[in-house]
């Protein structure tokens, strides 16, 4: 059985950076098609993808952020972190991290999101 | 990008109607798409991938179809438990793209 979860602050200052971490079980990262990506949504509007970490550890990110984020994976502990710098009140949203499906970067199980406040 | 439209933003339809939402493509593409569910306060759940292959646990009244840049998500006999808003994504090119999403409720 597949969960995610994530966990970080919920409170952020404008230029602070954001750290996320999602712990997994009941799948490993680094097993052949594996994946997990980071995903937002602010508060009525849709979702938008952010980053995917892949079983050999390549690594995507959406161009309109690519500067500002770093998904990284720390195997022994099934967690996979994404950081954001540079936060600002727009990037209030909720952050999701989802598993990816083995054949296509589509995700198929997902973290319960957490909301993500960015004010001073 | 690919940019991915869907229709209608919102639509009103009672238990037992048929609903279809439609996803265009600006590009087209080879049915790397998937879609999703999602109630208020929820995570997203998968629906559907590969345009038309149906999730492990998902009630055969959702179906899919399309190919190239129009997609089709029908809703079948709906149900209660089905009023919530639904997401085209496309997985054929980076970056990964989402639609804006259609909102079912209740008329």
Redesign the interface.
């Given at each position: 059985q597949i969960t995610l979860k994530e966990s970080g602050p919920t409170l952020v200052k404008p230029t602070q950076t954001l750290t996320l971490t999602c712990t997994f079980s009941g799948f490993s990262v680094t097993t052949t098609g594996e994946g997990v990506g980071w995903f937002r949504q602010p508060p009525g509007k849709a979702l938008e993808w952010l980053a995917l970490l892949y079983w050999d550890d390549g690594e995507r990110y959406s161009p309109s952020l690519s500067s500002r984020l770093t998904i990284t994976q720390d195997t022994s502990k099934n967690q996979v972190v994404l950081t954001m710098t540079n936060m600002d009140p727009v990037d209030t949203a909720t952050y999701y991290c989802a598993h990816k499906e083995i054949s296509m970067d589509i995700f198929d199980f997902w973290g319960q999101g957490t909301l993500v406040t960015v004010s001073s | 990008?690919i940019q991915m439209t869907q229709s209608p933003s919102s639509v009103s339809a009672s238990v037992g109607d048929t609903v279809t939402i439609t996803c265009r493509a600006s590009q087209g593409f080879s049915s790397?798409l998937?879609w999703?569910q999602?109630k208020p306060g929820?995570?997203?759940?998968?629906l559907i991938?590969?345009a038309s292959t149906l999730?492990s646990g998902v009630p055969s009244r959702f179906s899919g179809s399309g190919s190239g840049t129009d997609y089709t998500l029908t809703i079948s006999r709906l149900q209660p438990e089905d009023f919530a808003t639904y997401?085209c994504?496309q997985?054929a090119r980076?970056?990964?793209?989402?639609?804006?999403?259609t909102k079912v409720d209740s008329k």
């Open positions: - | 990008d790397w998937a999703y999602q929820k995570a997203p759940t998968l991938y590969g999730q997401y994504q997985a980076f970056p990964l793209t989402f639609g804006g999403g």
